[in-house]
């Protein structure tokens, strides 16, 4: 068996910016693993907030011992981008050499097609208008906000601009329980359906005492199934993101102990290719919110890219993973 890692750059199609900062690339690491003739794929995104780099990361793929089985790589790497990439690539290998697509060998139900959301970046709110408006034929848009009083005017502006379109809310951390306090009712009026990560994860306890009018979806907060036990009372749902559980395998395990512990599901993404969405999208099927867009925002993708339409993901060729 033989683990290679490689960075590649994706040029967005237009600057994305959170309440944390812009971005006009997505730089992201592909894993491939030669076995017996066939090579499976999979790929992450470092991510500064987990305190993740492409030298640190690339490191921890570089020392694992090989080969390695995917039960042997769960206690070999912490959940995270690392274990993410080469756990996505086991999958795609053992696929590959059995002959059959990865959902039948993790005995779950056939990827199909799932509405995904589409991200608007932190802006102004006339040019977020201008976002929302260009893409109002979409039925769910996300929207990041900044943690300021002009968060109010930002969902105003992103409702005149797509009036009949569901609307959730990402926060990143950006606000405080006071207020969540004063946005979360002007929010639930103006049709917003949930507020990702409001309150930064150190600080989170104080979800305890807020009365949640508008549902809460950690994120930030919420890693693989160890993260579970924190979140009892603080939040209605939770954000799978497989950089962040470490790959399909724990992603798959969270999400049945998630919905066992009466949470709602959200499945996400960081800012990467199709590579990246497709295991994804077998966490998918079904979940409440499905936010897989990150291909929409490259200016250019991989070889045999996701499907995607006005509403739709739609599940990976074999060409592409799995």
């Known amino acids: 068996m033989k683990i290679s890692v490689t960075k590649d750059v994706f040029p967005l199609a237009q600057v994305f910016t959170i309440a944390r900062g812009s971005r006009t690339e997505a730089v992201v ?11 499976g794929r999979g790929e992450c995104v470092p991510y500064a907030r987990y305190n993740e780099t492409v030298d640190s990361v690339t490191a921890q ?16 790497l912490p959940a995270g981008a690392a274990r993410n990439a080469v756990d996505c690539a086991l999958w795609d290998l053992e696929a590959k050499k059995a002959g059959v697509p990865v959902w039948k060998l993790a ?33 769910l848009l996300k929207t990041k906000l900044g943690g300021g009083i002009e968060d109010i005017a930002r ?29 979360a009712p002007v929010l639930v009026r103006l049709g917003v359906e949930m507020v ?18 508008l549902p809460v979806c950690a994120d930030e907060s919420c890693h693989d199934r160890e993260s579970l036990p924190a979140l009892k009372g603080k939040y209605d749902m939770i954000n799978i993101k497989l950089d962040k559980t470490g790959g399909l395998t ?45 291909p929409l925002l490259l200016a250019e993708d991989r070889e045999s890219p996701l499907e995607y339409d006005d509403k739709f993901v739609f599940p990976p060729q074999s060409s592409l993973w799995g």
Do not use: H
């Open 250 to 294: 724990e992603a798959i395990k969270l999400r049945e102990a998630a919905l066992a512990e009466g949470y709602k599901v959200m499945v996400g993404c960081m800012v990467g290719s199709s590579l990246a969405m497709a295991p994804a999208v077998l966490v998918a099927s079904g979940a409440d919110v499905v936010d897989l867009d990150g």
């Open 29 to 39: 690491l592909r894993v491939e693993i030669e076995e017996d003739g066939f090579t």
């Open 155 to 183: 969902i105003e502006a992103v409702r005149r601009g797509a009036p009949d379109a569901r609307i959730i809310v990402d926060a990143n951390e950006g606000w405080t329980a006071d207020i969540y306090r004063e946005m």
């Open 61 to 76: 793929i570089e020392g694992l011992n090989t080969p390695i089985t995917r039960e042997e790589l769960q206690s070999a």
């Open 107 to 139: 005995g779950i139900s056939e990827s199909t097609p799932e509405v995904t959301a589409y991200t608007l970046s932190l802006d102004t709110p006339e040019k977020m208008e201008e976002q929302a408006a260009k893409n109002s034929n979409r039925p």
């Open 196 to 213: 990702e990560q409001p309150l930064p994860s150190s600080d989170d306890e104080a979800l305890l005492d807020i009365e949640r009018v």
